[in-house]
C-alpha cells in the first residue's frame, strides 16, 4: 500500500467515525455545520458556546504554532497523547520530550500547521490537517494529521493522534540529531 494509499485510508476512517458518531463538521474555522442545525451539532444547538469556544482555543493553539509559538501549550500537565498505532504518552512533558522532539528537533524552520477540517461536539474538537517543514538537511517535510482533542477547563486533556508514521520514520532515519539536541 502506498503511502498516499494510507493516508486516504486513515482520513476515510477518521472522516466516517466522525460522521458515525454525528460530530458536526466545519470546512474552515469559522464557518457553520451541516445545514439543519444551527451549528450543526446533533442536539440542534446545545452546547454550540462550549463548542465554538472549544473549537476557537484550538484554532488559536494553531495560530499560536504558525507565528514561531507552540500548539502544546494548550495541553494539560496530565494530558493522555495516544498515537494510533504507536505509543501512549501520560503526560505533556512526557509527550513533549519523547513525542513531538524527535519531530520538531530535526527542522529547521517551524513546523506550519493548515487545518483542513474541524468538526466539533461537545467538548470534543476534531482537526484534519496538513503539516509542512524544512528539516535540517534542507529537504521538505510533510506529514497529514487528524487529531481527536477532548477539552477540559480550556485545556486539552485527552488526545488520538492519526499520522503518517511512514514521514516521521523517514525523517528520523535521514536527519541526524546534532550533539548537544
Not at 458515525?20 to 445545514?35: D, E, I, R, V
Not at 494530558?79 to 520530550?97: K, P
Request: with cysteine; charged share 20%.
Amino acid at each position: 500500500m502506498t503511502t498516499s494509499n494510507r493516508r486516504a485510508l486513515l482520513l476515510s476512517a477518521s472522516i466516517a467515525t466522525g460522521a458515525a458518531l454525528g460530530l458536526s463538521t466545519t470546512a474552515s474555522p469559522g464557518h457553520a455545520g451541516p445545514p439543519g442545525t444551527p451549528d450543526g451539532s446533533p442536539g440542534g444547538g446545545r452546547g454550540r458556546g462550549r463548542e465554538e469556544r472549544n473549537r476557537q482555543l484550538v484554532m488559536a493553539a494553531f495560530a499560536r504554532q504558525n507565528s514561531g509559538g507552540s500548539f502544546y501549550d494548550i495541553l494539560a500537565d496530565d494530558v493522555r497523547w495516544s498515537i494510533v498505532n504507536g505509543r501512549t504518552y501520560d503526560s505533556r512533558a512526557e509527550f513533549l520530550a519523547e513525542g513531538s522532539a524527535p519531530i520538531l528537533d530535526r527542522l529547521r524552520t517551524i513546523l506550519r500547521m493548515r487545518p483542513l477540517q474541524v468538526w466539533t461536539d461537545g467538548d470534543t474538537v476534531i482537526v484534519h490537517f496538513e503539516a509542512d517543514a524544512v528539516a535540517l538537511d534542507g529537504l521538505a517535510y510533510h506529514n497529514e494529521y487528524c487529531w481527536i482533542l477532548r477539552m477540559r477547563a480550556n485545556q486539552v486533556f485527552r488526545v488520538h493522534a492519526f499520522l503518517d508514521m511512514v514521514a516521521v520514520a523517514n525523517l528520523v532515519d535521514r536527519v541526524k540529531l546534532p550533539a548537544g539536541r
